[in-house]
């Protein structure tokens, strides 16, 4: 089935080429075999993010979407395929790398290593020999940055969940890094932070850097992405395309467990009930001017 | 104040009262510290419930080791009261002080793997009890905790932890990842925290020593010392209600 699906897929895609100055990403066919036997093969199409992408890895669980990203950050070494970042393999030159990469995993909890938020801010840029004064500008600039100067004397332990997760995100943001991975960002986030959150994943953009992120959060997908891949169950890469493109194919969505945006479905069900009703639209703003339009229409 | 101190002044005030505490062969001389030290903390309105709690586990252990070994009451007081001290010293300087601070030192004279370890054990101990209490909670939830029966309890309890157990073998893992991800290149780097008075890192240091000297002097010059064995508590129960009052005319809750 998904053989079927990629090739239907394949038909509606951008192509890539095979590799331009400005990609930053690129997976192509990527099997990876963990301990117990489970394989996950990331195959089907190229997953390529470019430079100020903002690129969504959308899947089921144990599609093989944090697997992807551990082999973009070195963690995990591919048996079979390319894994690239800023043109090297990760898992062989990641040091090359590292300095260029800023992480948010998706136990945030376990990624904050220090007693103090303004120490662990610090954690990337102490350990890259950064002198201190400096190392102090670049914290106090990013906390700023995330409205959180206020915390950085404060105990992480004790620190609220999205409070932990900006904290991280502080962290992985102190160096100024060109891409940014970001493995289930919108978990545990309430709807303010999640806003601020993908405000902030548009800005690093705009400034030329490039995002990757895992998501279960469809509603928001297209808020914040550029591009997106689906995954289905497996790791076979079925559908890539803008938001508007994938969240087109609402078949090939449910043969990988994935409901589309609200939005979406909402246009679906009332072009269904009425032909000339207006094609979807998937942000909340666009949905309403696309409906206040067609009830003038009509009237 | 001693928040302020630079950690090397703690740690060389930590060592030189841990030096009287276990110098001291005089019950009165080791309740004097142990008062000044509760005075200290009162002054500083630092949480002295959990560590008066903390420093209460050794005294358990300490009685245990008494009721084997000692002769007399005094001598049985006197173990109990050292081991309670001694933690309340190190309670002190652990809820005063950053811990990577505190470890910063023994980890430049350790391999560099060892000294890491020990930075990160602490983090990871935070981590694994909140793990433990969450899996002891979905334990009782599920009525694995019966109190009627203890062995089964205890049963379901060993399974627990021996799931905690798995669970922090991976934690390692993650965590290394985290490191490796982070920066880490094969030695943590800890940043010594600047004075920000030197009067402050002297005066910490200087009561330290104070209270080392003259607990190791009365161990010297017991024969004499002894008639004013009175002095070094009497001295604390004033620091300390002085340190009460101060808390009380600030008019903050004790």
């Known amino acids: 089935m998904s053989d079927s699906i990629g090739v239907h897929a394949h038909s509606h895609s951008h192509s890539h080429p095979a590799s331009s100055p400005d990609e930053v990403v690129r997976v192509s066919c990527v099997k990876h075999r963990y301990e117990d036997g489970t394989e996950v093969a990331l195959c089907g199409l190229d997953v390529v993010a470019r430079k100020g992408q903002r690129v969504a890895v959308l899947g089921p669980n144990g599609s093989g979407k944090t697997t992807m990203l551990f082999h973009l950050l070195g963690l995990l ?104 991975v970001l493995d289930e960002p919108f978990e545990g986030l309430d709807p303010a932070s999640r806003g601020e959150l993908i405000a902030l994943i548009c800005e690093h953009a705009e400034q030329g850097g490039t995002v990757i992120m895992s998501t ?32 087109a194919h609402p078949d090939v969505l449910a043969g990988g467990n994935i409901r589309p945006p609200l939005l979406a479905e909402m246009f679906a069900r009332l072009r269904a009930l009425d032909p000339g009703a207006p094609a979807p639209e998937l942000t909340v703003d666009a949905a309403a001017r696309a409906l206040a339009d067609w009830k003038c229409g009509r009237a | 104040m001693l928040h302020r101190a630079v950690p090397g002044a703690k740690l060389l005030a930590f060592a030189l009262v841990l030096t009287g505490v276990v110098a001291s062969a005089n019950v009165l ?20 419930r959990p560590m008066l709690l903390l420093a209460l586990y050794p005294g358990i252990f300490g009685a245990i080791y008494s009721f084997a070994v000692a002769t007399d009451l005094l001598s049985a007081s006197l173990i109990i009261l050292k081991a309670i001290t001694a933690a309340l010293v190190a309670v002190l300087l652990m809820f005063t002080t950053p811990y990577p601070q505190v470890f910063a030192p023994i980890q430049r004279v350790l391999p560099a793997v060892i000294g890491d370890a020990l930075l990160m054990t602490y983090r990871s101990l935070f981590l694994l009890l909140e793990k433990f209490s969450h899996t002891l909670t979905a334990v009782r939830l599920r009525a694995g905790l019966i109190g009627a029966n203890p062995i ?67 161990r010297i010059w017991w024969p004499g010392l002894n008639p004013y064995a009175w002095i070094p508590p009497l001295v604390a129960m004033v620091l300390l209600v002085v340190a009460l009052a101060w808390r009380v005319f600030r008019k903050e809750p004790v």
């Open chain 1, 77 to 180: 070494r591919s048996e079979e395929g390319i894994v690239e970042v800023f043109g090297v393999d990760p898992a062989r030159h990641w040091k090359d790398v590292r300095k260029r990469i800023g992480v948010v995993l998706q136990n945030v909890d376990e990624q904050i290593l220090a007693p103090s938020v303004l120490d662990d801010v610090a954690f990337s840029p102490r350990q890259y020999g950064m002198p201190e004064p400096q190392v102090r500008e670049r914290v106090s600039a990013v906390l700023a940055r995330l409205g959180i100067e206020h915390l950085s004397a404060r105990v992480p332990h004790n620190l609220s969940g999205g409070e932990k997760r900006k904290v991280a995100l502080a962290g992985a943001l102190v160096m100024d890094p060109e891409l940014l």
């Open chain 1, 216 to 247: 279960h959060d469809i509603d928001t997908v297209p808020e914040f992405a550029d591009y997106c891949y689906v995954l289905a169950s497996g790791g076979a890469i079925v559908l890539e395309g803008t938001p508007a493109e994938v969240f």
């Open chain 2, 29 to 48: 001389v080791v309740g004097g510290i142990a008062l000044t030290l509760v005075a200290v903390i009162v002054a500083l309105r630092l949480p002295w």
């Open chain 2, 152 to 218: 089964r309890s205890a049963a379901t309890i060993t399974r627990s932890l021996g799931g905690v157990l798995l669970y922090s073998i991976d934690l390692s893992q993650r965590t290394h990842d985290v490191m490796y991800l982070r920066g880490y290149d094969g030695r943590l780097v800890v940043t010594p925290q600047p004075s920000v008075s030197a009067w402050i890192d002297r005066g910490v240091a200087i009561v330290g020593a104070a209270i080392g000297v003259m607990a190791v002097a009365w």
